[in-house]
């Protein structure tokens, strides 16, 4: 679904704006503490790509041709991969740290995507995040309700998701250091989850009648 946010030059001009008014710390944040092996899912019009340590080795995803066009002008020295955030073409712990921007608001499944991530980052890795969310105020009714035009007009756009909540529930587990809130806004890095303990593994029969058994872990 094509909206304004995948129009380029609208996309980068509502961009200016936000960084003039203080998001341009944020997008530092986002880039300065990657380590090893860098993918960035959704790297849009690739505003950045040029702000990764100089030593960083950046793989740029992008679903949308005429964006990742964009971001390849402007970063040529980054390699470019043109993809889905639900299937990540990508071996399973190839990357130390993986970057998302105001990505997950307009990625059609989520939990899908976040699965992905979590199966291309390293065990020890690191994601890295700056999302827009729903808020726990009045607000968040407002958001609620324009929510179905603004998804059509944006181009797949939902601005009142839980995007933080979905994170924990794809097996995260939040860092403090660095974690930020302005209004909707969040930022905030993540680490894999500790695998379940061992032994609360167990037997549940099958759904619908079948009576075969299924493996199913108790969280």
């Known amino acids: 679904m094509r909206g304004?946010?995948?129009?380029?030059?609208?996309?980068?001009?509502?961009?200016?704006?936000?960084e003039t008014t203080g998001f341009k710390r944020w997008r530092d944040w986002l880039t300065g503490g990657v380590k090893g092996?860098?993918?960035?899912?959704?790297?849009?019009?690739?505003?950045?790509?040029?702000?990764?340590?100089?030593?960083?080795?950046?793989?740029?995803l992008e679903p949308q041709l005429h964006t990742l066009a964009r971001?390849?002008?402007?970063?040529?020295?980054?390699?470019?991969?043109?993809a889905s955030a639900e299937a990540l073409p990508f071996?399973?712990?190839?990357?130390e740290t993986v970057v998302s921007g105001l990505v997950f608001c307009s990625v059609p499944r989520p939990e899908v995507g976040l699965a992905e991530v979590k199966r291309v980052l390293k065990d020890d890795g690191q994601l890295r995040m700056i999302e827009?969310?729903?808020?726990?105020?009045?607000?968040?009714?407002?958001?609620?309700?324009?929510?179905?035009?603004?998804?059509?007009?944006?181009?797949?756009?939902?601005?009142?998701?839980?995007?933080v909540e979905t994170v924990q529930a794809a097996g995260f587990e939040l860092e403090e250091e660095g974690r930020r809130?302005?209004?909707?806004?969040?930022?905030?890095?993540?680490?894999?989850?500790?695998?379940?303990p061992r032994g609360t593994l167990r037997l549940r029969s099958g759904g619908r009648g079948e009576g075969s058994p299924s493996l199913q872990w108790r969280h």
């Open 91 to 95: 071996r399973e712990g190839a990357f």
């Open 132 to 163: 827009h969310v729903r808020s726990e105020g009045w607000y968040g009714g407002v958001q609620d309700w324009l929510q179905p035009a603004w998804t059509k007009v944006a181009g797949g756009c939902h601005p009142n998701r839980r995007t």
């Open 71 to 82: 971001a390849m002008r402007r970063a040529p020295q980054v390699m470019f991969v043109r």
């Open 181 to 196: 809130s302005d209004g909707t806004m969040r930022r905030f890095s993540a680490r894999k989850s500790p695998s379940p």
């Open 4 to 18: 304004v946010e995948q129009i380029p030059w609208v996309y980068d001009a509502m961009c200016f704006v936000m």
């Open 37 to 60: 092996r860098t993918l960035e899912v959704g790297c849009g019009t690739g505003r950045n790509l040029l702000r990764y340590p100089k030593d960083a080795f950046v793989v740029a």
